[in-house]
């Protein structure tokens, strides 16, 4: 594994094997795996800058009041700034208004990998990256990194044909299977 989000792949399956069978809750997923030195090695990878901290991921990145202009597509609000912003991300599972970002970043855990609610499902960690990446951040989206533990092969033939018209706008898309004891691989997607 050599690519973008290998680190991140390799980092969150090694949390997850270290959870003893218990599983991630999706604010663990926001406060302890995407604030980590992997995460700004990413984001400075992506942007050419200096990350800023990421608590506020998937939200306005800094504390006033969202701005007016808002975006609102299939229900989901984002935010469409003047340029777009590298040194932040998008990701899911999170809600809320949310600014269109470079990189997008999808996790998809099930079973006893993912603890309380709010986990996507294989299918629907898709069905996100395509509104997102085909939708309501088409353009600024550059990088997507889709981190699951099971994969869905009916799931994912219904979305092949959009994930390769992604692709094909040069967008880097790279997808990673978490194992168990703490391994992961590269899919070729």
């Given at each position: 594994?050599?690519?973008?989000f290998?680190g991140?792949?390799?980092?969150l399956s090694?949390m997850l094997?270290?959870t003893?069978?218990e599983g ?8 302890d795996?995407?604030i980590s030195?992997e995460?700004?090695?990413v984001?400075?990878r ?5 990350p800023a ?6 939200h ?11 975006w609102?597509?299939?229900g989901r609000s984002?935010l ?5 912003v590298d040194?932040w991300?998008?990701?899911?599972p999170?809600?809320?208004p949310a600014?269109?970002?470079?990189t997008l970043?999808?996790i998809s ?10 986990h996507?499902?294989f299918?629907d ?9 085909q939708?309501v ?12 533990d ?6 994912y ?6 994930l390769?018209?992604?692709?094909a ?8 299977l978490?194992g168990e004891?703490?391994?992961?691989s590269a899919l070729?997607v």
């Open positions: 594994m050599q690519g973008l290998s991140m792949a390799q980092r090694s094997a270290n003893a069978g991630l809750t999706v604010k663990e997923l926001t406060e795996f995407l030195d995460m700004e090695r984001l400075s992506t942007g050419g800058i200096e901290p990421i608590e506020h991921t998937n306005y990145p800094i504390d006033e009041a969202l701005p007016d202009s808002r609102v597509t299939r984002h469409r700034p003047g340029s777009v040194n991300l998008n990701f899911y999170s809600s809320g600014m269109c970002c470079s970043l999808v855990l099930s079973g006893r990998n993912a603890s309380g609610s709010g996507l499902k299918e960690a898709l069905e996100r990256i395509i509104l997102h990446a939708g951040c088409e353009g600024p989206t550059k990088n997507i990194g889709f981190l699951t099971s994969w869905g092969a009916k799931d033939q219904k979305w092949a044909v959009n390769e018209r992604i692709k706008r040069g967008v880097n898309f790279e997808a990673y978490l004891m703490g391994r992961c070729e």
